[in-house]
């Protein structure tokens, strides 16, 4: 399966510690977003990265939320000290490099859900 | 700032049609984008508009219209499955989503 992963699929922390979440991209793509959805709401946009790039970040919390997409590997997406109004599911999506005929449809993994005890 | 309204609900019987509207006052805009989400799924694509006018596509057809700011999803023939959440995202280089219309099918 070449879809966008994510993983875990379920994280369950403490109030308090640290949340990592991980999203592999569709392979060839370079562009990645993270969005957070509450229950019953939308997505609402985080962040936008390429690689080794924040390209928007205009969506992230300022404080315990940072994300990147380094050279090699997955995208990170990490929580620092946990609060409950962080339980949330957090989706990853990825798309083509721009300006290649691309629409800007974004395709999105399953989503990470993380429950704040 | 970006401002995405869709209904919050609607209800259907097995058979019928659904409109489910959307108007958007957005920065920008590069296309509009329609998405269904099952429960506790991914958000999967439907249909893109990028000029005035309608796009079909078996039995789900959007329409836009870029003047108005307005787009709707169509959806014919409904079946159970069809239950789920329809999100409407309009493209100014990211997307930004409307807060989705959850629409039940009733037999």
């Known amino acids: 399966n070449a879809g966008v992963m994510q993983n875990p699929r379920h994280l369950v922390r403490r109030r308090g510690q640290e949340a990592r979440l991980r999203c592999s991209p569709m392979k060839g793509h370079s562009h990645v977003y993270w969005y957070r959805q509450l229950p019953e709401e939308g997505l609402k946009f985080m962040v936008y990265?390429?690689?080794?790039?924040?390209?928007?970040e205009s969506g992230m919390p300022k404080e315990r939320f940072s994300a990147e997409f380094p050279k090699e590997g997955p995208s990170i997406l990490r929580i620092q000290q946990v609060v409950r109004g962080d339980s949330a599911a957090y989706f990853c999506?990825?798309?083509?490099?721009?300006?290649?005929?691309?629409?800007?449809?974004?395709?999105f993994g399953e989503g990470s859900r993380l429950t704040v005890l | 700032g970006q401002n995405i309204d869709q209904p919050t609900e609607m209800t259907a019987t097995e058979g019928a049609i659904v409109q489910i509207n959307c108007t958007y006052q957005t920065s920008g805009f590069n296309g509009l984008f329609w998405y269904q989400q099952h429960a506790g799924e991914a958000p999967t694509f439907l249909s893109y508009n990028v000029l005035d006018g309608l796009e079909e596509k078996g039995r789900f057809s959007s329409f836009l219209s870029r003047s108005k700011g307005y787009s709707y999803l169509l959806l014919k023939e409904l079946q159970m499955k069809d239950s789920a959440s329809y999100l409407c995202a309009v493209n100014d280089y990211k997307l930004s989503f409307g807060a989705g219309t959850t629409v039940t099918v009733r037999a």
């Open positions: 990265l390429q690689k080794e790039n924040i390209i928007d």
């Open positions: 999506a990825s798309s083509p490099q721009r300006g290649q005929g691309h629409t800007g449809e974004l395709f």
